[in-house]
């Protein structure tokens, strides 16, 4: 890929060029100097790590990218790749409208005026047939922006409402894990990961998943630090770690309570830091109810002062609250919840957490060992494939049990490592206000989207709205999505290529890529805010969903809320930061002093500042408060009558060849990457089969097939497979057709990695 890119006076070729030009016309052979392009700055703005791109323009022309040189990090294969996204042969170029059968993708090409016309009538017919609730809008992201989800979502609520989405298909469990614990959604630390000593990357993959950032890693290995990787199978990150600890999908809350009665066996924990950072000491009644000074003060926690011997609240000064049961009173009526912890952790001796987890005890407890005593020790987190699993909520709190109980938190190198970005440092607004009089509308879970639909729950749709979203391959249980597309009269689907969902729509919209239209990132993946210039026209009739929205405004009678020019929304968005457009115009800016730590000097986000353990709000949905181990449903003991006819658990994989499915069709990438799906299976189970290594195969369960080559290795656990996220349906379909659509109970999130399926061989 490098060799596509040319700097300075490297000689274009027409051939290496020819398939950059938007109309495919072969540029003339022309000496370029670094000084004859223009350049533009912008951010690579799907779901990954919002790398800063610097556009190279030639006679309007997007003739290559790079990662500005002033970033901190170097631009991927998929960064430098976009230029065959703005210029890709799939490009929408205009409106279509749907001719023949949904999934047929046959369109023809429409105005604008139209489309516009249509999506009117359409809105208004719903909104009378079946008031606002029949429209549904689905956003997700594949642009994740401060303006064009946000101003979609607000145009639905202007409209008075409409059916949402509710949770998340990435890591609502993590932020059902994190809101009560420690009051903020995202905790990223690679400010400070080259400073750890110890890196557990538990249910990720940092070397394909957080690529850009990997350097970090590397260099704390070289500063010494240990890596250990625990996956059901050796991912990429395994092949750099020190230790590969493989694992059965769906019980690592239980690994993480073997490991928290060691440290609690062993007192390896932080007493000073549970005492004045954390709820640990809170008080709870025999009832399981948290003791509070005043009822009508949440915040009025009960703590036993081992000084004054009374029980006072938890924020008076000057008191040493007791922590473990031998420093409370004799039967003193109640116990901690440091106690509480204690007990459900105590069942966890080394040989039943070895029969859960098939990790092996000794390892079990020098892991335990080696994570408590290396400090600073971080935990690898990032959105794991870990919480996308049935109780994920618990798989996500139980890592932070660990690294509170550690005194692991607040510190340089410590911590647990979660995505996260600007939004977290600085308070941006929404680019418009929010909008009178919205209707409350139940929403549909996710992971149910196909599903509820099919089945008119909690109402029928009748609209649909899809954008940023890769709904046909990225919801769970593909076969009931195109039910439900098939099933909705009107769907709208807003997109830059003729993705798998365009296939199913009725109307088909052209959007702009980023380098197309003017935008600003202050989000939650990159620390800079960042603003996206345009640098080229629009392929086509390309619009920013942006235009879409304000034009669409106007026919609604609130145009002026939505059609003000793009600078009015990004200050908007930008004002009381100080930040300014001017200031972003000469390069991305940090809104506070690096490196971040979250949760500095052990001071939390929630009410109390301090860290919580025993949550309130799992109590109230009838779950433990304390994080407890659960089996998963969908698993060979959970289910053991599914599982004779699909024995094997089915874990998903994110690709460097993709972010989901975006680039999933970029020619660049297919040229230098493999261009078809594998499935990893061990050599007894594909020997069983009689499935072979580099031949196809399939995976099948109830819901559906997903066809890929199979790779016959011991990098993966007997009695699991891993199947590729991200393929599209043209290419042979996504691993989502085989995909649990279960709901994560705490978290309203997603359980793909909680799936049974078999394989067998093609043919
Ligand atoms: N190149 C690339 N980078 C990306 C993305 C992408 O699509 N491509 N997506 C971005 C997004 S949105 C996200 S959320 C992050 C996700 O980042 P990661 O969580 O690192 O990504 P995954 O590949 O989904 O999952 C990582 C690992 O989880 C393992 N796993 C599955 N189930 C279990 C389990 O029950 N227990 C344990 N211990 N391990 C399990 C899988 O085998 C897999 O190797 O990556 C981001 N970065
Ligand atoms: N089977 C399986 N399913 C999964 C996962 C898995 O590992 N396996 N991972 C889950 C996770 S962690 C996540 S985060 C989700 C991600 O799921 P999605 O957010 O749906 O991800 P993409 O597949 O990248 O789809 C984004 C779409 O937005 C389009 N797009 C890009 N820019 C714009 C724009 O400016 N405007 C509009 N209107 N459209 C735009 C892209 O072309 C693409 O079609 O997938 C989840 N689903
Ligand atoms: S794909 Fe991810 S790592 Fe690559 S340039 Fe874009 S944001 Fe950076
Ligand atoms: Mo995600």
Known sequence: MKGLGVVGLAVISPCAFSLATGDNKPLPRVRLKLSDYQTFHSTCAMECLHCNLTAYVYQGELMKIEANQDFNVKCCLRGMSRTKWVYHQQRVKTPLLRVGEKGEGKFKPISWDDALNLIEKNI????????????????????????????????FDYLG?????????????????????????????????????????????PAVTMQAYFKEYLAAQKNGARIVVIDPRFNETAAKADEWIPIVPGTDTALALGMIKIIMDERLYDADFLRGH????????????????????????????????????????????????????????????????RAESAQWDLSKV??????????ILRLAREYASNKPSMIVQNMSGAQRTEFGTYVAASQFYLALLTGNMGNAGGGVCDAGGAKQMM????????????????????????????????????????????????????????????????????????????LYADLVLPVTTIFEDLSLMAGVRSHYVQLMEKAVEPQGEAKPDYWIFARLAERFGFGEVFNQPIEHYIDACLKGTGITRERLSKGPIKPVEFPWIPF????????????HFFIEEWQKKNFAPIVTYMQVNESPKGSPELAKKYPLMAVQRKLARSIHSSHGMNEWILEVQRNQPNVLIHPEDAASRHIKNGEWAIAFNHRGEHRAIAVVTRQIKKGVVCLDNGWWEQQGGSSSHVTNDLVEVLGTGHCCNSTLVDVRAEG
């Open 354 to 363: 070895e029969a859960e987890t098939d990790i092996p005890t000794g390892t």
């Open 427 to 502: 308070n941006f607004n929404a680019p418009v206000p929010p909008a009178p009089n919205v209707q409350k509308i139940p929403p549909i879970p996710v992971s149910k989207v196909g599903d509820w639909i099919v089945n008119d729950r909690p109402h029928p749709i009748n609209f649909w709205w899809i954008m940023t979203m890769g709904v046909l391959t990225q919801l769970p249980n593909t076969n009931m999505v195109k039910k439900a597309l098939k099933k909705v009269p009107f769907v709208v689907v807003a997109d830059n290529l003729m993705s798998s969902t365009t």
């Open 161 to 205: 409402g409409s059916t949402k989405q509710a949770g998340s298909l990435c890591c609502s469990a993590v932020t059902a894990a994190m809101m009560p614990m420690v009051g903020l959604r995202y905790a990223d630390m690679r400010d400070t990961l080259s400073q750890s000593r110890y890196i557990l990357c538990w249910g990720n993959n």
């Open 600 to 611: 500095k000097d052990g001071i939390f986000r929630t009410p109390t500042k301090k860290a």
């Open 278 to 341: 954390t709820g640990a000491t809170y008080l709870v009644s025999p009832q399981q109810q948290q003791l509070r000074e005043d009822a009508s003060d949440a915040n009025s926690y009960l703590v036993y002062d081992t000084l004054s011997k009374r029980t006072v609240r938890h924020d008076l000064p000057d008191i040493i609250p007791a922590l473990t049961m031998d420093e409370l009173p004799p039967n003193a009526g109640y116990t901690t919840v440091f106690e509480l912890i």
């Open 124 to 155: 208004r017919e719903t909104i009378e047939k079946h008031g606002n609730k029949g429209m549904l809008i689905s956003t997700h992201a594949g642009n994740m922006d401060s303006i064009k989800n946000d101003m979609g979502k607000a145009f």
